[in-house]
C-alpha cells in the first residue's frame, strides 16, 4: 500500500521554520462534544460611545481620540514593550539567561466606524491599513534600538480581543522573535543554495499544482500552505520576491489590499460569522543588514475547525510534541475555493 | 538604571529548548474586559451512566469497559495516529515534504470514579497511574514501530478536554516530535559540555535560590521554570539523573505520585476552582538508543491568568513572534507556594 496524503497519518515539514506537523485526515470525522465557543453578536452600531477606539472618545490612559476619518494610531496604553528600558542582561552559570528588551508597542485603528471589519470595507480603504502599516513599518524601524517590528491583528474574542472595533497592533523591539528568527534561518539557507527566495519556488508549484490556492490577483496570492497547522490557516505570498512593505510599488499596495478583502470575505463565509484569526505580517528585520532571502509574507491563523462554536485545541499532544490537524491543507483549500 | 527582572521588560532564555519567552512584569495590572470561561459545574456523581469512560459503559466503537477497580487503559477509538499506516514518503523540490507516521493512541482513566481528578485521588491511586505509565511506556516502546511515547493529560473543557471523566492520553509513534527533539539537543549539547545533566545542575540553582520551588519531597522537585511561559506553568524534575519511567525506583515512584499531588492540590487553590492544564511527561525516546543526557521531567502548562475565568492568550503576537508572559516566574511561584 502506498502512502496517501488524504487518508494516511503523516507529518509535513515545514520549509519556512524547519518544523513538523502531524496530519490525521482520517480523523476528520471524530464526534465532538466538547467545548462550544461563544458565536460574536453581530450588530454593532456605527459609533459606540463606550469604545475607546471610537473617534472623539476617552482612552484608559485619559487621552481623547482624535475625531478621526480613515486610519488612526497611537501607544498602547498598556504595552508589553516601553521605550524605557533600560539596557541589561543577566545570567546564571549559562542556564538562567535573560535580556532587557526595549520596544514600543502601538495600536491600529483600521476604520473609525465601531461596525465594520476588514473584509466589510472597501478595498480602498483597506489600501490606507496598508499605507499606515507602512509608514510605521519604516518609522518604527528607523529607530536605533528597533530591529524587528511585528505587524498583527487579533479578531475575535476567541482570539483575546476584547475589542470588536476594528483594530491591529504593533510591537517592534530590539531583538528578533523566535518565530522570524526560525524563517529567517531557513530562508538564508535555502537562497544561499540557490539563488533564488525560497517562497518564489514554492509559489512556483503552487501555482502550478493549484491545489491550495485560495485567492490570487496580479501580484499577490492566497493559499494554504502545504504544511498549515490550523485548520483554515492561510497565507498571502507577494509573486515578485521583495522584502517589506517600503519595497512594494503602489499597483503591489493596491493588489494587497485586494487580496486581503478577498481573503477575509471568503473566510466569513464559511461557518457564516465573523471569522475569528490573528493574522501578521513577516518582513525583513530593521537591523541594518540587507536579508535579500526575505520574502515578504502575512499569515493568517483561524482557530475555528468544525463550526462557528467548535475550535481546533492545541493543547497536550500539541504543546508537548507538535502540532497537529485533522482536515488536510488541500481539503481545507477545496472548502474555502468552493465559496469564492 | 540596571535590570530588574521583577520591573523591566525582558526575555528569558529556555535553556531546555534553546527558545526566548518575552516577559512584560510592568502589565500585570492591566485591565481586562475580554472572553470569559465557562466555569465547570463542580458536582458530579461518582458513576455517570452516559459516560463513556465509566466503568461497564458502552464506548463510541460500540466497546464495552470492564468493570475495572483501579485504573484503565485502551486504544483511543478516534486516534489520530494508527499501526495499521503504510511507510512511504512524499517529496517535491525539496519545498514540500511529507513522511507517513505510524502510531497508536491510547486513553488512560486514571480512576473509576467519574467525578475525581488527580489531586482529589490519594497517592495510593495516583502511584497506580504512575505504574500504569510505566508499563505502557514499556509495552510500546518495545515495538520496533515506536521511537517516542508521549504521556499526556488535558484536564477541563477549556483544553479541549470533552470528558471530565478523570483522564490522560498517550500517543506514542515512529519519529521523535518536534518540542522533545529540541530538548534533546539541549541536554546533549549540555551533557558533552559539562558531563552532567542540564537539569540536574539547573535544579541545584533552583534549590540554592529557592525562589521558584513550589513543592519539594525527598526525590522531586516542582518549580516553576525560570523560563516559564505560561502563567502558572510547573514542571515536576526528578532530583536524580535519570531518564524515563523504568528506571525509577519504588521509592521513587511513589515520590513521584506524591509530588503530583500536592503540585495539583496547591493548583486547584489558585481560583478557587478545578484548575484547567496540560501536562505531560517528557522523557528518554524509545528508538534503541541510550540518551544518557535525559533528565526526567514532567510539564504542566496551566492556561489561567487572572482569575476561574480569564486565560492567557497565545494569540497575535505570541504566535507570530514568540510566547509573552505578564506576572514573572518568580511572582507566580510566591503565589503558589503561598498555598501549599
Ligand atoms: O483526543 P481528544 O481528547 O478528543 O482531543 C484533545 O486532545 C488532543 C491531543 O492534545 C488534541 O489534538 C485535540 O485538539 C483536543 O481536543
Ligand atoms: O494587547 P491585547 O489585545 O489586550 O492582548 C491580546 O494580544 C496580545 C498580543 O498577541 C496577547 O499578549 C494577549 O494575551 C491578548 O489578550
Redesign the pocket.
Known amino acids: 500500500m502506498a502512502l496517501d496524503l488524504a487518508e494516511h497519518p503523516h507529518r509535513r515539514y515545514n520549509a519556512l521554520t524547519g518544523e513538523w506537523v502531524l496530519v490525521s485526515p482520517h480523523r476528520a470525522k471524530r464526534p465532538w462534544q466538547g467545548q462550544q465557543e461563544e458565536v460574536e453578536k453581530e450588530t454593532r452600531p456605527a459609533y459606540d460611545p463606550t469604545c475607546y477606539l471610537c473617534p472623539g472618545n476617552e482612552r484608559a490612559g485619559g487621552e481623547k481620540n482624535p475625531p478621526y476619518s480613515q486610519t488612526f494610531v497611537f501607544n498602547?496604553d498598556f504595552g508589553?514593550l516601553q521605550e524605557s528600558t533600560p539596557t541589561g542582561s543577566f545570567e546564571k552559570s549559562g542556564l538562567l539567561k535573560a535580556e532587557s528588551e526595549r520596544g514600543v508597542c502601538k495600536v491600529i485603528c483600521f476604520s473609525p466606524r465601531h461596525d465594520l471589519t476588514l473584509p466589510d470595507m472597501e478595498v480602498a480603504d483597506i489600501r490606507k491599513v496598508v499605507d499606515l502599516w507602512q509608514h510605521e513599518y519604516e518609522e518604527l524601524g528607523k529607530l536605533d534600538f528597533i530591529n524587528y517590528v511585528q505587524i498583527?491583528e487579533?479578531k475575535g474574542i476567541i482570539m483575546?480581543?476584547?475589542n470588536p472595533h476594528p483594530h491591529g497592533?504593533i510591537w517592534a523591539q530590539s531583538s528578533i522573535p523566535v518565530e522570524p528568527a526560525k524563517e529567517l534561518m531557513q530562508q538564508q539557507n535555502y537562497f544561499e543554495a540557490n539563488n533564488r527566495s525560497l517562497l518564489n519556488d514554492y509559489l512556483a508549484i503552487e501555482l502550478e499544482e493549484k491545489k491550495r490556492i485560495v485567492v490570487e490577483n496580479e501580484h499577490f496570492v492566497a493559499l494554504v500552505p502545504f504544511w498549515a497547522v490550523w485548520p483554515f490557516e492561510t497565507m498571502i505570498v507577494s509573486k515578485r520576491h521583495f522584502g517589506n512593505l517600503s519595497q512594494m510599488s503602489e499597483e503591489e499596495k493596491d493588489a494587497y489590499a485586494d487580496c486581503i478583502k478577498r481573503l477575509t470575505v471568503v473566510y466569513d463565509k464559511v461557518f457564516n460569522v465573523s471569522f475569528p484569526y490573528s493574522a501578521g505580517i513577516h518582513q525583513t528585520p530593521t537591523d541594518g543588514q540587507e536579508h535579500p532571502a526575505w520574502h515578504f509574507h502575512m499569515h493568517f491563523y483561524p482557530p475555528l475547525l468544525r463550526s462557528a462554536t467548535v475550535k481546533k485545541f492545541m493543547v497536550g499532544y500539541e504543546m508537548l510534541g507538535n502540532p497537529q490537524r485533522d482536515i488536510t491543507p488541500e481539503t481545507a483549500a477545496d472548502r474555502l475555493r468552493s465559496l469564492v
Open positions: 498602547n508589553a498583527f487579533n483575546g480581543c476584547s497592533q
